[in-house]
């Protein structure tokens, strides 16, 4: 063996040990957070302190993907079903604990590796601060006195500070519906209307409410944390008001099932310096991001957090499945109702192109029986054919709706679909223009479907 030769052997041994030694070390490459809610919200905006300081503390770019839709379904599940490789980190939040209760996914808590909690931030109950009511007990006595007359809000039906609400009446010995919830797009309109004397009550986080709190407009009566919350000394927990309710909106991380444990334990490793205050850049800490935002920096240990989390779902799972909460779910259209409704509608061609199919077959009076005959099959297995394709489409929408969205999957599908049923391209891209949105203004603006937004947001 020549000097050349010995050379390239070594230097292509070497590579190869150099790329081992790479594949081993971990993290190599980008990691990414995937984010259930929109950018510029809370979770948004911890998310991305959260990457801005990993990306510090491991030596790697860490960027944040914010995959909205389905009331927080689409981000769960896209970060709980990604590849376990832990290059995909979930930020979960409190809907994790609800949404399987209410059928909207499959998911729970069970279903993911837990690597920390970050934020609690515990709802309260506000009032003007010219209320008549000074305690709990004084509003308790309202309400009992007056049934059904007064409203609150702080969110949609069936919101987070709907259940919050809600729970704390039945802690007090009360019907759910004893006051009226008002439905309204959060905490902010909530306060308004509550600020304008159109409701009574609002039920929100401290953070949310602190800005009129600070002004002296607002005053809490009672907040669902397990402890006085710092900065909220005077204002009592209701466990100290003695109703036994506790409840808190979390953020946190985790990474999908089957992640090689050493990598779990240097994200776990990481995120715990980082919620400490340990990593700091340019004078900057999580905690004082934390402080300064007003969100509560109460954090959790993986094993603190997965007993956090099983306590909150069996709590939050026998309020949302009591008589009250049950009713909210009657009659109500989910997002994938459109695909089995469109299962149906097929299912109902085939039947009925079968039944067609039949009915004009001609009687056998001539020599071309056999031929007629064959036709005849031939249609019927044509029909049943593009039927089962038809079905295969909505297989298909289902798999695939929370990743691509409704809009641009649906558009697609039904144009292939159209296609195959012999319709010209052009007329079916007019076809799909003009039924998509029809269809998508039908679930998503009158019946308020969550349908999935995708990747691209639509």
Known sequence: MNMRTLFVWSLLFSSLLMGCERQEAFPNRPITLVCPWSPGGGTDQVSRQMAYFLEAELGTPCTVINATGGQGVTGHRRGMMARPDGYTIAVITFELNTLHHQSLTTLTYEDMI??????????????????????????????????????????????????????????????TTAVKWIPKGGADPSVQELMSGGIDLVCCSLPEAKQYYDRGELRALGVMAEETVPGFEDIKTMREQNFDWVLVGWRGFAVPPGTPQDRVDVLRTAMQKIVSGEVVIDDKSFPKFMDQRGFNNRWRTSDDFHEFLARNDQSLGKLLNSDAF?????????????????????????????????????????????????????????????????????????????TVGFLVLTAGLLVMFLWKLGTKLTSAAVITIILVPLVYYLFAVILRVPLPRGWWGV
């Open 114 to 175: 837990p690597l920390i909690s970050v934020n609690e931030d515990a709802a309260a109950i506000w009032v003007p601060a010219d209320s008549p009511w000074q305690t709990l007990d004084d509003l308790v006595a309202d309400i009992k006195a007056n049934p059904g007359s007064l409203t609150a809000s702080g969110t949609a039906t069936g919101g987070a500070w709907h259940l919050a609400f809600a729970g704390w009446l039945q802690s007090a010995g009360l019907e």
């Open 326 to 402: 049950a009713s909210l779910a009657e009659g109500a259209v989910g997002p994938y109702d459109f695909p089995m409704l469109l299962g149906l509608l097929l299912s109902g061609l085939v039947i009925a192109q079968v039944v067609i199919s039949r009915r004009i077959q001609t009687p056998a009076i001539t020599d071309q029986e056999s031929l007629e005959t064959s036709t005849q099959s031939e249609n019927v297995s044509s029909s049943i054919i593009n039927v089962l394709f038809g079905l295969g489409m909505v297989l298909l929408y289902i798999l695939l709706a929370e």
